[in-house]
């Protein structure tokens, strides 16, 4: 059973740092896609960050800020979110493809997902 666990969301205040984990478990990610996405309160849940294959994605709202790595010797991806903003703050998903993907944007074409972790960032 594959498993994605995601974890240091908390509360920060703006201009802060946060850095979350995904670990997962029952299948290798390795040669594929795995990525952030996030849902603020009343809206669409968004793309943030994708490592596909070793090919890095961001959203435009988030570069220069956020970085995403991985350690595939663990099997985990991070996210390591600098110079916060209140409008950061949202529930943060980790999910993950078995297949690399070009669209790495696109929520339905991953098949695994974390139980999420929340990031709130005050003014």
């Known amino acids: 059973q594959v498993q994605l666990v995601e974890s240091g969301g908390g509360l920060v205040q703006a201009g802060g740092s946060l850095r979350l984990s995904c670990a997962a478990s029952g299948r290798t990610f390795s040669s594929s896609t795995m990525g952030w996405f996030r849902q603020a309160p009343g809206k669409e849940r968004e793309f943030v960050a994708a490592n596909s294959a070793g090919r890095i994605y961001y959203a435009d709202s988030v570069k220069g800020r956020f970085t995403i790595s991985r350690d595939n010797a663990k099997n985990t991806v991070y996210l390591q979110m600098n110079s916060l903003k209140p409008e950061d703050t949202a529930v943060y998903y980790c999910?993950?493809?078995?297949?690399?993907?070009?669209?790495?944007?696109?929520?339905?074409?991953?098949?695994?997902w974390g139980q999420g972790t929340q990031v709130s960032v005050s003014s």
């Open positions: 999910a993950a493809s078995i297949v690399p993907l070009s669209l790495v944007g696109t929520t339905r074409a991953y098949h695994y």
